[in-house]
């Protein structure tokens, strides 16, 4: 078998970049991303290159440098699956919110779904690569689905996880840390692992590409995740300790990060962690060890989560304890939305949480964020289930401006550590709020001193 085409089901935070790289390395290569979202594959096709449906530094470069020669975007699944040799999964697999398993496992709805329609329309033989990042044993799942509902064809199935980061993805995909690629130990299976090599070896050093069985890969995935998230709830979890005892988060992180066996990234203490992966990730973890009755491993890991809403918590009681402990009819302005910068994704971001808590108090938020649009800062306090008054009522406030955000307002929140926040001219900012002026930096972004000088109260974390 040779690779000609390649079709990826999901044109998302992850089919999208990743398609557009490996258009970019294999000229020979035809790429066609495909999505049932109609409204998303146009902004994926426009011209307008400021509104492609993700924003990623450097991935309007790229897809426009490969876009209709030999990367392509659209809504037509079957014939697309039906060309195409090699076939990604990048759906979404969010966390089930119904049945069993409910608030823990993955809901692989799409991913069946995208199973079944390979299965169905396929009439040569396939490789199935699963990209989205799934519990272990889906790729068993994956191959019931389409050996009992295929036409006879045969298909292979890979697991290729994931491990870019929002904001870096370009990066991350252009000079990956390793590739990781599980497949069957049998002699077909192998011969795909091979197939899928080659792909990647066209700019990715063969040593830094890993093979291994189906299983391995899942749960590394899995586990990368947890360990990076761990280290963030650790961290998160002394910064409480920092702030009774007067030692500063920043310099503990330092000296911890010095040690080379622990060295330094992942260490920085936040208002916490949000994004598509992490919380999702770990309580599937949870859930797998609490389904194979391994209590205390479900118990050790599901800890990082609880630390992680502790931490969430812990910052908007911070605000509240602040302004005399009631923020009702006060305004709040809020410095980001999205869970990290350089993304204009908010999915799980700590921002709907603080959002969620102070507005229960009866807070006005004005919000101010430079990438995720209002749509969708609705729609996260929508899917967290916050009262449709508080919005209906013109107590969220979503404003284009920062300096317009700031307004009459009593407090600044910094929930994402956009570098735009450092250059902003804090002693306008100060003039056009209430007195006493706060700022609640969730990230640590700014100089105390620097806007202790202009008059502000500075709280960060864990200082
Ligand atoms: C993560 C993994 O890093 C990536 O390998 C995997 O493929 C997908 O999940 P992502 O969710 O895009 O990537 O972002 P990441 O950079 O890991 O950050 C996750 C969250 O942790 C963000 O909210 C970020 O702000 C927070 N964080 C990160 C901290 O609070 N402190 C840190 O030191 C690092
Ligand atoms: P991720 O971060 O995993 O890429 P996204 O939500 O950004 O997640 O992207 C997943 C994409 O998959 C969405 O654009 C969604 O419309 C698409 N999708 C989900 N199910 C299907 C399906 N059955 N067929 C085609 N596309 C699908």
Partial sequence: MKINNICCIGAGYVGGPTMAIIAQKNPDINVYVVDVNQEKINRWNSSDLENLPVYEPGLAEVVSSVRGKNLFFSTDIDKNIRESEMIFISVNTPTKTYGDGKGMAADLTYVELCARKIAEVSRTDKI????????????????????????????????????????????????????LIGGEQTESGKKAIELLVEIYSSWVPKSNILTTNLWSSELSKLSANAFLAQRISSVNSLSELCEKTGANIDEVSKAIGMDSRIGSKFLKSSVGFGGSCFQKDILNLVYISKSLGLNEVADYWNQVIIINDHQKRRFGNNILKSLHGTVANKKITFFGWAFKKNTNDSRESAAIYVAKQLLNEKAILQIYDPKVSEKQILSDLKNLNVDMDFINNKKVICLNNPYDAVGDSHAIAILTEWDEFIDYDWKKIFEKMKKPAFIFDGRNILDRESVENVGFVYKGIGN
């Fill in 128 to 179: 199935i690569v699963e990209k989205s990042t799934l519990p272990v044993k889906t790729a068993a799942a994956i191959k019931n689905i389409v050996d009992e509902t295929g036409n006879g064809v045969n298909f292979q199935i890979l697991s290729n996880p994931e491990f870019l980061a929002e904001g870096t993805a370009m990066r991350d995909l252009e000079v990956p840390d390793r590739v």
